[in-house]
């Protein structure tokens, strides 16, 4: 690389117009800006400051979780509550501050974890700045940096094209342009395409957000808690929730207007009293706290999930397609044998491939192998590059001087390595050794001369064949137990590999995976046709980029949740497709870049983890939900029942804050939290409201029945008091059988907890300061019993209930 000229204006780069041959030309680099001219940029703000993707500002955490609808209405109840009744009335505020609180860490936390997962996996670009090659992060980009390139990289801004050797950029998460688009000196290049073959660099002429992708991603790319089965369904509940509260509320202070002879404020207070329990107001706040834990645990495990429904949504997956190289075996390969056909001397093979390697500035893992096992020497220098595709499934070379001459060749001869049955015809005697390795699970490659040059679009005809390169490829040891993961748990493995398919087949064999192998260049051109041949096959072999991302399509297509795993550029439409992609740290700026799910740790073994986080999530949110929304349903029949009969309503806010901590506050938090390898299961919304309904149904009419029988029963002052007491014993021993149900399977940590939740009820009953507090006395032996008895009654009509609801629709 040369520098600049000490004439020249330190902040000048070569004008557009006028860029620097590729570098296979000979033609010196492009030397790229002077230390003062990135200094001058940077104080004109021509910087790449693009948004985080991972995270949102601590601001927009503390927004989202204060200034919500039932906030809002909670709030004004609260400040109504402690302007007409005692301090232990307004004690749900208190909570909701707590709520409130507790949801800002938890989420804060999460973001924290994500940013510093986010740092490690961050791109950073290599910018040319005074003639030397530098590393940078991408927020770090001027404008008129001169960016290096090669495959599986990312183009970070707009610019325009000062270098290309082979250059194939995929522009088609930004244009829909199905084939890539080869790039010479001059062309345009777009921020969010991808270099699927050739090397080169490029000057940034738009940064930021001027960029293209930062104007279409901006807003998409920020922290979302959104966009998940869980969430969407919460939010529908809660809609239906505000439609049930408005009338109900008016029914019930309506009530209030004609109930004579009672306290003003004591019936503002339990008119309060019966609009506040209609409010779930910890479900959403759990939800948020229990995704953010999730992301924080996997956090601790090198997991970086780049969008929080990604952890609800791999819980859910029922298809996973595995790229082989890079998921099932490790990056790297050892060249176990080298096999000279057609009488090839074996010195002058080692010194082609060491030539063809060193022509590669970024070698694949296949030809690391080859530059590891046959260093160049020589003398050998390439002219032609051709570079490899995972569509073509070769790459080549025209090499000069070394013994090209020597051997007879004369100048400029044309090296071809790749896949054997793509460069052989049907019928060639090299094919029939190359299917024997390949039932062993051996990766073959071919090295051929070929007569025509690499940029002729048929140069592979009539290719001689001079020798087959045998390589090993290294298992990775936790993909066996993995896989097993996957079909114990019913979720169905299938391996798309650019590979020879009984190569792979062989791999996915040692793994323990069975099935058909197919070979992916006898499907079907159109998605319906090939659902048929996705359904019953196994393992995919010669997959192109374009078919991965056609049978994801197809299979989502016909019912399926799939997830994607790659680490490769070939992977990057396939993962993008997908209902979650993950893929490998280690792999691929571009295919990091589209990935929900990131394992930084490069582990397969991994994703059971996330699995299980996923699963913990929905089965607890479920359980939790039931909770919150049979005292929704409980407290509008309630209401209703008191407005239609023109009664006091039973309740003060106090009573009601005592029975939701003690039978859903408290436990939900815990339940929210615990260990829970349920299985995942779609209609979330249907499966919580077939139990609320008919658990709040009934918690509501043996509290009201309890209500009214005490109101026959007590007379004289302090009949109210008592009447209130009795209903708040019904609907306590009502909810904890509830909360009993919601608990199964039984553990000793939830049998301690719901046995704490009684305990705290009793003493609530026999300490007399507490009674005074929540002003609960309960009155004589006769109606206490009798509330004892309701409440028996209504437990097992409650378990009748539910089991006929299970028999009837089971989840």
Known sequence: ?????????????????????????????????????????????????????????????????????????????????????????????FVILANTGIGIVQEWRAKRALDSLALIGRVRPTVRREGTATAVGTSEIVLDDVIETGPG????????????????????????????????????????????????????TKVGREAYAAQLAEEASRFTLVHSELRSGISTILRYVTWMMVPTAIGLISSRLVVKDND????????????????????????????????????RKQCLVQELPALEGLARVDTVCLDKTGTLTEGGMDVTGLI??????????????????????????????????????????????????????YSGATLTGGESGAGGDGPGVTWLLGAPDVLLPDGDPALARTERLDREGLRVLLLARAVRAPDDPGVARGAEPAALVVLEQ???????????????QNVRAKVVSGDNAVSVAAVASRLGLSGSVVDARRLPG?????????????????????QKRDMVGALRAHGHTVAMTGDGVNDVLALKDADIGVSMGSGSEAARAVSQIVLLNN????????????????????????????????????????????????????????????????????????????????????????????GGAVAALATFATYLIAREHYTGPGALD?????????????????????ARPYTWSRIALVAAMGAGFLLVLVVPSLQDFFALKPAGVTMPLVAVGVAAVAAATLDLTWRWVDRRDPA
Not at 4 to 18: H, I
Request: aromatic share 6%.
């Open 264 to 299: 003003v404020r004591d019936s503002v207070a339990r008119t309060v009293a019966g609009i506040v329990p209609m409010v779930p107001e910890g479900l959403v706040l759990l939800t948020s706290v229990a995704f953010a834990i999730g992301v924080v645990r996997l956090g």
């Open 340 to 393: 000279p056909l057609n009488g090839a001397d074996e010195a002058r093979v080692r010194g082609v491939l060491g030539a063809l390697g060193a022509s590669d500035p970024r070698p694949n893992a296949s030809l690391k192998a080859i530059v590891d096992a046959y260093p160049a020497h020589g003398g050998w220098r390439a002219t032609r590059v051709l570079p490899f595709s995972s569509a073509r499934k």
């Open 1 to 93: 690389m040369t520098h600049p000229d000490a004439g020249a204006d330190v902040g000048d780069v070569p004008p557009a117009s006028a860029p620097s041959p590729s570098s296979a030309s000979g033609s010196a680099p492009v030397a790229g800006l002077t230390a003062a001219g990135v200094a001058e940029r940077v104080a004109r703000g021509q910087v790449n400051d693009v948004p985080v993707r991972s995270s949102r500002s601590t601001l927009d955490i503390v927004r989202a979780n204060v200034f919500t609808r039932f906030n809002a209405i909670i709030g004004v109840l609260w400040v109504i509550t402690l302007c007409v009744a005692p301090i232990q009335d307004g004690l749900f505020g």
């Open 603 to 694: 582990s397969f073994a991994t994703l059971p983890s996330v699995v299980a986080e996923g699963r913990r999530v929905i089965g607890n949110i479920t359980r939790v939900a039931t909770l919150f929304l049979v005292k929704t349903v409980y407290s509008v029949l309630l209401a209703l029942m008191v407005a239609v009969s023109r009664v006091e309503y039973p309740f003060l806010p106090r009573h009601l804050t005592l029975l939701s901590t003690l039978t859903i506050g408290v436990p939900a938090f815990f339940l929210a939290l615990a260990p829970n390898k349920e299985r995942a299961r779609p209609d979330f919304v249907r499966r919580v409201m077939r139990y609320a309904i008919p």
């Open 722 to 742: 008592a009447e209130t007491s009795a209903a708040t014993l019904t609907l306590f021993l009502v909810s904890m059988r509830v909360l009993a149900i919601v």
């Open 153 to 204: 990289d990312k183009i970070v801004v707009d610019g325009v094209c000062v270098e290309a050797d082979g250059l194939e950029i995929d522009e088609s998460l930004l244009t829909g342009e199905a084939d890539p688009v080869g790039k010479r000196p001059g062309d345009q290049v777009m921020s969010g395409s991808f270099v699927v073959v050739g090397a080169g660099a490029y000057r940034a």
């Open 474 to 488: 290294r298992l990775r040891p936790d993909a066996a137990d993995t896989l097993r993961y996957f079909a114990e």
């Open 526 to 546: 159109e998605r319906g046709a090939m659902v048929t041949e996705l359904e019953e096959g196994t393992v995919f072999g010669r997959v192109t980029p374009r």
